[in-house]
C-alpha cells in the first residue's frame, strides 16, 4: 500500500481481516464485525473518475454490506472533486490525515491520581466502550449494533494483543477509566489507535501521558519503525498530538454512508 494510514490499517488488523487484492483496488472484509465500516470497504488504486461506477463496485465485492465505504490508496488527493463526484449519492466524503513522529517526543508526565496501565479486566474494556460510546453518539452515528459492534471491536482488540501484535493502555484515576489508547506495530510502523478520553477528565493532560507510556513500549520492540496517528491535523486532538512532536506526512480520503435502516 502507497499510504501509511491503509498500510497500518491492514497491520493492526492482522488475523482479523481477509484482504483481496486486484489490479485496480484492494478489497477489505472483516467476516466477524460487519458493522465496521471501514473494516469492510474497497481501497481503490486509482483516482476516482465515476462514483456511480465505484458505488457498484463496491455492492459488487462487497455484497453483504449494509454499508457503503471506498476508500483511495493515493496520498494527498484534492478533496474537492471527489466531493462533487458523489453530489446526491448521500455518501459523506472526508479527509484523514497522517500525521508522524520523526524526532523526539516531547514528554508529559502523567496527572496527578492517574496510573497508566494495560487494559485487563472486562470492566476495564466495558469503560472504553462506553467513552466510544458516548463520542459515538455526539458525532451523530447511529445508535442501532454499535453497542454490538464496539463489544466485537473489543474482542478482536484483546485477540490481537495475546497473539503479541500490539497493547492497549488506560489512564486510570483508581478504577475509573480516564482514557485510553492502543498502540500495534512491525518491523516498519508503530500505529497509534482509537485515542479517546472521559468526558470528567479532559485538558488534563491524560491523552498526553499515555501518547509516552504506549510508546515507550512500542519502541522497545520496534526501535526503527515510524510512529503514526491517524487524525485530522487542525482538530484538537491533531494539535495536541502536534504539540508532542508529530507533523503532517500524508492525507487520505474516504466516502462513505452507514445502512440505511
Known sequence: MKTLEFSSDLMVLTGQT?????????????????????????IFHDAPTDGQA?????????PDAAHICVTWDIPNLELAPIERLFEGT?????????????????RTAPPEGIAI????SPEDWRQSEDICFTEQMRDGLPEKGMRNFLENRSRARQEQIAKGLGQ???????????????IFHDARVIRYQSVQTHDDFRRRGVCSSLLC???????????????????????????????????????TISAYRPPLD
Open 18 to 42: 481477509e484482504v483481496t487484492h486486484h489490479p485496480d483496488r484492494t478489497v477489505q472484509i472483516s467476516p466477524d464485525e460487519p458493522n465496521f465500516w471501514f473494516g469492510n470497504r474497497v
Open 54 to 62: 465505484l458505488i457498484a463496485q463496491f455492492h459488487q465485492d462487497v
Open 90 to 106: 448521500g455518501l459523506k466524503v472526508e479527509q484523514g490525515d497522517t500525521l508522524t513522529l520523526s524526532g523526539a517526543l516531547h
Open 117 to 120: 496501565r494495560p487494559l485487563i
Open 168 to 182: 492497549w493502555f488506560g489512564a486510570f484515576s483508581g478504577d475509573k477509566l480516564a482514557g485510553d489508547m492502543g
Open 213 to 251: 507510556a504506549s510508546l515507550d513500549w512500542a519502541r522497545e520492540r520496534a526501535p526503527d519503525a515510524i510512529p503514526v496517528i491517524v487524525a485530522i491535523a487542525d482538530s484538537d486532538a491533531g494539535r495536541l498530538y502536534r504539540r508532542a512532536g508529530f507533523e503532517l506526512a500524508q492525507t
